[in-house]
């Protein structure tokens, strides 16, 4: 999995969808080694090519807001030296909360592709729904569910473990 994730960063090409969310998935198992919810992220360019990868850092950043989205996000317009994504795909392993999905929004990205659902904390097909509810932001393309078994599994194993051993 490593191996795939390296070769394709090393490429700069990796498609939208599975594959990039091969790379977001990486991205989760790397944040879950750190102890962190394991959710990853990755913003694909135009192209094809990953701008940026980041898994939640909000225990190592004392950051409640240092969601894996955000981070992303934030690197790929750094990277590209453009505050707007537009020309780019967000591709996450969990559905975004309410504040990533408006994140997405002002960032203006073209596509939104996430894997497992969230109906306690998703902000985009659950809770505030922040794109059917908010017609005058910009919509991207929502695509949900891709790779959902693995992402969720991720999840499931991470809060079954952090249950069973005792509070730090
Ligand atoms: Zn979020």
């Given at each position: 999995m490593g191996l795939c994730y390296a070769r394709a960063m090393r490429d700069g090409r990796l498609g939208v969808g599975t594959d990039a969310m091969e790379a977001a998935l990486a991205a989760a198992r790397a944040a879950a080694a750190r102890g962190e919810v394991p959710v990853g992220a990755v913003v694909v360019g135009p192209g094809?090519?990953?701008?940026a990868a980041a898994g939640n850092d909000v225990e190592a950043g004392c950051d409640?807001?240092?969601?894996a989205e955000l981070i992303a996000m934030r690197a790929a317009a750094a990277r590209l030296e453009?505050?707007?994504?537009?020309?780019c795909d967000l591709v996450v392993t969990l559905e975004p909360c309410a504040m990533c999905a408006a994140a997405a929004g002002l960032f203006r990205v073209r596509r939104i592709v996430f894997g497992a659902y969230d109906?306690?904390?998703?902000?985009?097909?659950?809770?505030?729904?922040v794109f059917a509810t908010s017609p005058h932001i910009h919509q991207p393309e929502i695509v949900g569910g891709v790779r959902e078994a693995e992402c969720a599994a991720l999840l499931r194993a991470f809060f079954a473990e952090r249950r069973s051993s005792p509070k730090r």
């Open positions: 094809g090519a990953v701008l409640a807001a240092a969601h453009s505050a707007r994504l537009s020309e109906p306690k904390g998703g902000g985009v097909e659950h809770g505030a729904r």
